[in-house]
């Protein structure tokens, strides 16, 4: 049995990771992302729809300047095969992971890593260079629960960066981010197990995160840590945007 069920992954991560606005749109939820990506832009399904709701869909995304993008969560075979139909593309294939707490917490070097909040310049720098922006900082700045981000460091270099908020028995880790030419020093990893520390401390009983599917080194780094996949889902975006 799983530690954390893919639609409790889901909710977690919608805590913890929050769009702007969630827009109600019939049998669809919008949600307005402010360019900070994928994960807090993306229509879902929650409940039966017709060709015609999915076209009000569309336009509703096109009305708050967002290329038409869904989240298809798994299970969701015939709603997949629809936007296929229609033209939308896969993209961003996800996967999640989970682990305990208290088998993934554990004693990491003091130097190592940092709980900051808010973040420090210098971490900025870090995520500017994995593509993270002030869009996704505004994103943590939202969230409303227990949060703090971790400043990583190889020797005395600031090497590495991430966010990790709480939802109620849930820690999530995300914007994990390890700078070129600090990577493969084991520092991601020591960060993860920072991550659990901050976690248990709060109360948490399961830290989740989920990664591209085809992000196949941090894949391994997370199973050695512990950790088990749960859940997937993956986007289709409509090629050519808006117009």
């Known amino acids: ?9 889901l909710r977690a991560l919608g805590a913890t990771w929050p769009p702007a606005a969630l827009v109600p749109c ?68 996800v996967v999640g992971y989970v682990g305990a707490v208290d088998v993934m917490a554990g004693t990491v070097p003091p130097e190592t890593a940092f709980e900051v909040w808010p973040p420090l310049a210098v971490q900025t720098v870090i995520w500017a260079g994995g593509h993270v922006g002030p869009e996704r900082l505004a994103i943590m700045a939202r969230v409303k629960g227990p949060k703090v981000t971790l400043l990583g460091r190889v020797g005395d270099t600031p090497a590495g960066t991430a966010f990790v908020a709480c939802d109620g028995r849930v820690a ?10 600090q990577r493969r020093k084991g520092l991601g ?51 050519g945007g808006p117009a």
């Open 172 to 181: 999530f880790l995300h914007a994990l981010e390890v700078r070129e030419g």
């Open 26 to 93: 019939g049998p669809f939820l919008l949600r307005d992302g402010r360019g900070g990506g994928s994960r807090v832009s993306a229509a879902t399904a929650e409940g039966a729809f017709t060709a015609a709701d999915l076209d009000v869909a569309e336009a509703g995304m096109i009305a708050l300047g967002q290329v038409p993008l869904f989240m298809v969560r798994g299970g969701e075979v015939s709603f997949d095969t629809l936007l296929a139909a229609r033209g939308y593309v896969v993209k961003d294939p």
């Open 189 to 239: 990893g020591r960060m993860v197990q920072a991550a659990a520390n901050w976690a248990a401390r709060q109360g948490a009983g399961v830290l989740a995160l989920v990664v591209t599917e085809a992000n196949a080194v941090a894949r391994r780094v997370y199973v050695r840590l512990g950790m088990e996949q749960t859940g997937q889902y993956h986007y289709r975006i409509r090629p």
């Open 1 to 9: 049995m799983s530690l954390l069920p893919g639609a409790e992954l």
